[in-house]
């Protein structure tokens, strides 16, 4: 799958059609998405780590998942909405002028949905959130364009900060079909997901 690009629509846009709001409280029926076998590593991510060795040069640790206080999730909203509020998207090939997948943080403050997902993955671990709990996520969107977003797992199950959603939803509520993120041991190996996320809850016309 080294070939999925994500082809990020700007949160401008995507508001347009804007999913339901949800409350900071865990939503029912959250669950945890079924890993299966390793599998291919993102292009972008093996760039990434070959001009920022020292980001992916970590050592093997224990599974870990986030208690999903009230508090934690008032993080998570808080921080997904920083993001996608202080980066100026902008496509991969515009910004970089390549068709290869270039993942970074926004250094220019500028990005699609990898630098988004990189930056808030960085904010995270900064604010105490273990690293294993944070996993760069690779699905194919409402669209079925390439898409990239943070899972956060949870004791309450995988919730998602996505750049074309101010809220914090859980996997199972966003319509995506999920291909593949980091394994929680390992940042540098790839687990295969292949399902659909649920279906997605969009705003009735008249809302």
């Given at each position: 799958?080294?070939?999925?690009?994500?082809?990020?629509?700007?949160?401008?846009?995507?508001?347009?059609?804007?999913?339901?709001?949800?409350?900071?409280?865990?939503?029912?029926?959250?669950?945890?998405?079924?890993?299966?076998?390793?599998?291919?590593?993102?292009?972008?991510?093996?760039?990434?780590c070959h001009r920022r060795p020292k980001e992916c040069k970590v050592p093997a640790l224990p599974a870990a998942s986030v208690k999903l206080t009230a508090q934690n999730m008032g993080i998570l909203k808080r921080i997904n909405q920083k993001?996608?509020?202080?980066?100026?998207?902008v496509s991969n090939y515009d910004h970089w002028g390549t068709m290869m997948d270039h993942w970074d943080y926004p250094t220019d403050g500028k990005g699609?949905?990898?630098?988004?997902?990189?930056?808030?993955?960085?904010?995270?671990?900064?604010a105490g959130f273990p690293r294993q709990a944070l996993l760069m996520t690779v699905v194919r969107?409402?669209?079925?364009?390439?898409?990239?977003?943070?899972?956060?797992?949870?004791?309450?199950?995988?919730?998602?900060l996505d750049n074309l959603v101010d809220e914090v939803r859980p996997w199972n509520a966003t319509g995506y079909y999920f291909l593949k993120r980091q394994s929680q041991q390992n940042p540098n190996i790839w687990v295969s997901l292949n399902q659909r996320g649920g279906k997605a809850s969009?705003?009735?016309?008249?809302?």
């Open positions: 799958m080294i070939g999925v690009s994500s082809l990020c629509v700007s949160p401008a846009a995507a508001q347009s059609t804007l999913f339901r709001r949800m409350s900071t409280q865990p939503a029912a029926g959250a669950s945890s998405a079924t890993v299966g076998a390793s599998t291919s590593v993102p292009y972008g991510w093996l760039d990434f993001a996608n509020r202080s980066i100026k998207p699609d949905c990898k630098i988004y997902a990189l930056y808030k993955r960085k904010l995270l671990q900064e969107d409402l669209n079925n364009e390439g898409h990239t977003i943070l899972t956060v797992k949870t004791d309450k199950g995988d919730f998602v969009r705003m009735s016309p008249n809302s």
